[in-house]
């Protein structure tokens, strides 16, 4: 899933009634002013094929455009590391990276590539206000996106924020097997200027390299 300093310290006002467009583009607004930034996160999934309950925890760094890295830390440890071109999905204990091509321009194929910059709110996006998913703090909005154009990772998402800063607070996706990710986001940090060096990864010895299909 291009287009959050001085402007991001000024509290912006959010009329209660302010409609899922006006939103909308408020948001895309201010986050056309975000070079980069790091947060904590819980991701708890539930659903699927499985019936899996699993919640997770870790670190975030994106730097626009189509950077991040995402640091899994427990219970288990994860990295899932985009450099803007290619995409690197790394789980130790299963001793292999998986690498994908990183969709050109603005595409937001996944919705977590929408945090890096790919895809834009207003012209990508059906908007709608939705209620805030369970766990979110009392005091968010909660926009319900779908794509205009189908695709093939999601139906749709939910970008949770702050009515007054317009921070993100959480994402929501659901999955094609039906299972729901839920992102929680703590301790946002914005426009610190994050290295490049940050994005880079380093393929592990002794582990198997997997080149995912394109298709």
Same mark, same amino acid.
């Given at each position: 899933?291009? +287009?959050?300093? #001085?402007?991001?310290?000024?509290? !912006?006002?959010?009329? /209660?009634?302010?409609?899922? /467009?006006?939103?909308?583009?408020?948001?895309?607004?201010?986050?056309?002013?975000? &070079?980069?930034?790091?947060?904590d996160?819980? $991701?708890?999934?539930?659903?699927?094929?499985?019936?899996?309950?699993?919640?997770?925890?870790? $670190?975030?760094?994106?730097?626009?455009?189509?950077?991040?890295?995402?640091?899994?830390?427990?219970?288990?440890? &994860?990295?899932?590391?985009? @450099?803007? !071109?290619?995409?690197?999905?790394?789980?130790?204990?299963?001793?292999?990276?998986?690498?994908?091509?990183?969709? /050109?321009?603005?595409?937001?194929?996944?919705?977590?590539?929408?945090?890096?910059?790919?895809?834009?709110?207003?012209? @990508?996006?059906?908007?709608?206000?939705?209620?805030?998913?369970?766990?979110?703090? #009392?005091?968010?909005?909660?926009?319900?996106l779908?794509?205009?154009? +189908?695709?093939?990772?999601?139906?749709?998402?939910?970008?949770?924020?702050?009515?007054?800063?317009?921070?993100?607070?959480?994402?929501?996706?659901?999955? #094609?097997?039906?299972?729901?990710?839920?992102?929680?986001?703590?301790?946002?940090?914005?426009?610190?200027? !994050?290295?490049d &060096?940050?994005?880079?990864?380093?393929?592990?010895?002794?582990?198997?390299?997997?080149? #995912?299909?394109?298709?």
């Open positions: 899933m291009a +287009r959050l300093f #001085a402007l991001l310290l000024v509290p !912006v006002l959010i009329a /209660p009634d302010r409609t899922a /467009p006006e939103l909308a583009r408020a948001l895309q607004k201010k986050y056309d002013t975000i &070079k980069d930034f790091s947060a996160f819980v $991701h708890a999934y539930e659903g699927g094929v499985l019936r899996k309950q699993i919640t997770e925890r870790g $670190h975030l760094l994106v730097k626009k455009p189509g950077k991040m890295r995402w640091d899994y830390t427990s219970p288990e440890q &994860k990295q899932f590391v985009s @450099d803007g !071109v290619k995409m690197y999905s790394y789980i130790p204990q299963d001793k292999q990276v998986i690498v994908s091509t990183i969709p /050109p321009e603005d595409e937001a194929t996944t919705p977590t590539l929408f945090l890096a910059g790919k895809g834009n709110l207003v012209r @990508d996006f059906t908007a709608s206000i939705t209620d805030a998913p369970k766990g979110m703090p #009392a005091d968010t909005r909660a926009l319900k779908v794509p205009k154009v +189908r695709q093939k990772d999601y139906d749709w998402l939910v970008l949770v924020v702050d009515p007054n800063t317009l921070d993100f607070r959480g994402l929501v996706t659901v999955d #094609a097997q039906g299972g729901i990710s839920t992102f929680f986001f703590a301790n946002l940090k914005m426009n610190v200027g !994050v290295a &060096k940050e994005f880079t990864f380093k393929v592990p010895r002794g582990v198997d390299v997997v080149i #995912a299909s394109s298709r």
